[in-house]
């Protein structure tokens, strides 16, 4: 079992690079033929954070795994919330100023209540796939109007644009692009395989394992890129990266296993952690935009997340 969890660690790592290469790719080859940094940083990384759990989630649905496929888009929600940005806050308080950010946060309660709505009947139907991946690509196209249309001023546009590489060719922006294209569903693919062994072994439901364990492994390029930002003082483009990462993990992730396999789906899904991610949800929210009308989320607050975090793990055990 030592040997299995190498494995999925191993696994974890390839699928984490795949997916930096692949947005790394994407980013330069949109920018060399002229594309706004504003829109590349709100659809293109925005969804190449997500790579790994739709990759994740795609290839547990072609194996039968439809709990782990939806406990994975869950979780990842859950774990971007509470452990991710609970420690980027813990680290440094995020001071929000962007207007952006403002407009993602309630389309991000719109569609997790959408989920709730659709796992509410403990199944997740082909029809219901279809309307959340044609709502992932109204999305995308709403996030690049916006993009266009940011006010003068939005400290997300520099913050953006600061982190699109310059003065990288197109060969070796499509070559990463193409590489990560490779590694992306090959590692998911093993990752999922090892990560069901080790479910099989503690006794774990599929979807115990797909709320945990895949989820925070998925969820690590998120909170790299959260250190790293709030670190060079890019707080509102840590925070654009968790909003738009978990709206693409309900409308893209969740949509695989309603497009591959539709079915019955774990009652515990729909009564239990389909309402935390709501509930955490709904304290981002609050913590951004708080009575008081400041914009920050606090350390406090940070460990209030943080704690809702292992609270949920326990609960989810005990």
Known sequence: MILEACYFLVWLVVLSLAADRFVFGASVLAKNIGVSPMIIGLTIVAMGSSAPEIMVAATASFNGGTDTAVGNAIGSNITNIALVLGITALLKPLSIASSTLKKEMPLLLA??????????????????????IVLFFVVIGALAWMSIHVEKGDPLQPEAESEIPSGVSTSKAVSWL??????????????????????????LSELVIGLTIIAIGTSLPELAACVAGVLKGEDDLALGNIIGSNIFNILAVLAMPGLIAPGVIDANAATRDSYVMIGLTVLLLVFSFNIRGSRRINRVEGGCLIACFFGYQYLLFS
């Open 111 to 132: 569609v997790s209540l959408l989920a709730v709505y659709f796992l509410a009947d403990y199944e997740l139907i082909r029809l219901e796939g279809i309307i959340l």
């Open 178 to 203: 193409i590489i990560g294209m490779i590694l992306l569903p090959l590692s998911a693919y093993f990752m999922v395989q090892s990560a069901e062994i080790i479910a099989r072994h503690f006794g």
